[in-house]
């Protein structure tokens, strides 16, 4: 089972930028597609972006297009957040999640995640 650590989050104005890295352990994730997924307070849980397990595509949610890039490296076995323009609505606890099943080339909201982190908190202020 692999395990997964997000850090990078915290208190950022409007407008600005956050990085948010998901570290795993337990095993690799070089082969599994991996999605960040955010739940703000009294809000169902909501996938913001997935890649795929070669890196070669990306889905985002509509609100975050264009503001957030995911990415990920497989030698370190980290797969990063980088979130630019933040806004309020933006802030919510981030988890990063890993597919259920390997080699997957598809990156959308199709996959089933199996492996959650504990997440971390972004806020955003006005």
């Known amino acids: 089972q692999v395990q997964l650590i997000e850090s990078g989050g915290g208190l950022a104005q409007a407008g600005g930028s956050l990085r948010l890295s998901c570290a795993a352990s337990?095993?690799?994730?070089?082969?599994?597609?991996m999605a960040w997924f955010r739940q703000a307070p009294g809000k169902e849980r909501e996938l913001v972006g997935v890649?795929?397990?070669?890196?070669?595509?990306?889905w985002y949610t509509s609100s975050v297009k264009g503001r957030f890039t995911i990415s990920r490296d497989n030698i370190k076995n980290t797969v990063s957040l980088q979130m630019n323009s933040l806004r309020p609505d933006d802030a919510a606890v981030y988890y990063c999640?890993?597919?259920?099943?390997?080699?997957?080339?598809?990156?959308?909201?199709?996959?089933?995640?199996?492996?959650w982190g504990q997440g971390t908190r972004v806020s955003v202020s006005s």
């Open positions: 999640a890993a597919d259920k099943d390997p080699l997957s080339d598809y990156a959308g909201p199709n996959l089933n995640f199996a492996s």
């Open positions: 890649i795929n397990w070669r890196g070669t595509a990306t």
């Open positions: 337990g095993r690799t994730i070089d082969t599994y597609a």
